[in-house]
């Protein structure tokens, strides 16, 4: 019926839903980038399963993989008896012939868009005429037949989809698959969304069987903390309405010679951490300038939240004094060149993720709204974090 509601349709993968501000909206185009590996396929081949599985009919086209291959990994992931439509293809007049020919999916995959070419078009797969022109008649077929498409784009190597930007302004929802190989979450954020809130991510671990939901990341990030280590503070950050609680280590090495002492930052901006121990320096007469500085989010998350400047330069204190802080601590809120902290969005989010974790103070801007659960104490200057470190046991 005309004017009718749309109605999201589930994937099956909370997680997934969750980055995509809920479900897969009917007609929605969505482009999903990634590092090579980092494991898009093995996600949507999940979700089409699950959906599949679900009485929604799905179909999976691969442009990088024979259908049998994708069959073997459906295999290995525990998928093989899922009803999907697996296609192996690099013609977009073959691709739409054959879906104009069938009653129109519920979930259609097409992985990758930079393999794909259409024949009415010059260039090879892969230049920026064929990218636009495959993903306008992709995404054309997708809006008349209410089918929700998914474009898998490759990156380069700054990170960014591949092709010409107009693609990312074409689809409806942008979303980036990020992780470190070498750890084993993974991280789906949505970049843009059309119908939903931006910056919500979901967080998967990597197993096995393939990907799985993680619904408490905190837990995470969080490992390991039994016992209580100089250089060490626990930051609630907040990835769209979803706070997520990571631990900032700091090494401090002081040097014998004139040598020129290194920084070294993981997971977060250098320029950053530069700023904030000028800061210390400047504002509390500290002194940084003869030491090597190592500063670390641990379990590869990368931090961009400024609410992280308090922890940092916590965990940056405390390892300069060689004094551990109170293990049920979090610290959070903006420090300026001034050396005031500054409120910072959400702190009642924060504070009650970290007490329903167990944690039982918090550390923050002065005029910040704590959890009631929560033992708060405000700060107005980075002169008083100073002093809170320096005077515990």
């Not at 008896?81 to 013609?91: F, H, N, Q």
């Not at 260039?123 to 920026?128: D, L, M, Q, S, W």
């Not at 990170?159 to 302004?169: D, F, K, T």
Request: net charge neutral; with cysteine; hydrophobic share 45%.
């Amino acid at each position: 019926m005309p004017g009718a509601p749309l109605e999201r349709r589930p994937t099956g993968l909370a997680e997934f839903d969750r980055a995509l501000g809920g479900g897969l909206v009917p007609g929605s185009a969505i482009l999903m980038g990634g590092d090579p590996g980092i494991g898009k396929s093995t996600l949507l081949l999940q979700a089409a399963a699950k959906i599949a599985k679900a009485g929604g009919e799905t179909v999976y086209v691969s442009g990088e993989e024979a259908a049998g291959q994708v069959r073997l990994r459906a295999s290995r992931l525990g998928l093989a008896d899922a009803p999907i439509k697996l296609a192996s293809a690099t013609s977009v007049r073959d691709i739409l012939t054959t879906l104009h020919s069938m009653t129109p999916p519920a979930f259609l995959v097409i992985d990758s868009i930079q393999t794909m070419h259409s024949d009415t078009i010059e260039g090879a797969p892969g230049t920026v005429s064929q990218v636009r022109g495959c993903a306008f008649e992709l995404i054309r077929y997708a809006k008349e037949s209410g089918t929700a498409l998914v474009l898998v784009g490759h990156v380069t190597k700054d990170g960014s989809i591949a092709g010409p930007r107009v693609l990312e302004h074409m689809v409806d929802v942008v979303m980036s698959f990020e992780g470190e190989r070498s750890h084993q979450y993974r991280i789906l954020r949505a970049l843009k969304n059309r119908f939903g809130a931006v910056d919500e991510i979901g967080v998967f671990a990597m197993a096995g069987q393939g990907l799985e939901e993680v619904r408490n990341p905190s837990m995470l990030f969080l490992s390991g903390r039994d016992e209580p280590l100089a250089g060490s503070a626990v930051f609630p950050a907040l990835e769209g309405t979803r706070p997520v609680l990571v631990e900032v280590q700091a090494l401090i090495v002081r040097l014998q010679s004139g040598a020129t002492p290194r920084r070294a930052v993981v997971g977060w901006d250098s320029g950053r951490l530069a700023m904030l121990l000028a800061v210390l320096e400047s504002r509390c007469g500290l002194n940084f300038s003869s030491a090597e500085v190592y500063l670390n989010v641990a379990g590869g998350y990368r931090l961009s939240d400024p609410a992280a400047d308090v922890a940092v330069a916590a965990a940056l204190v405390s390892a300069l004094a060689d004094k551990p802080l109170p293990t049920n601590s979090v610290w959070f809120g903006e420090i300026s060149l001034a050396g005031e902290v500054r409120p910072v969005a959400h702190a009642g989010l924060r504070t009650k993720e970290a007490a329903k974790l167990g944690f039982g103070i918090g550390v923050g801007p002065e005029d910040a709204d704590g959890s009631s659960d929560l033992n708060y104490r405000g700060l107005k200057q980075l002169a008083n974090l100073v002093d809170r470190v320096m005077a515990s046991p």
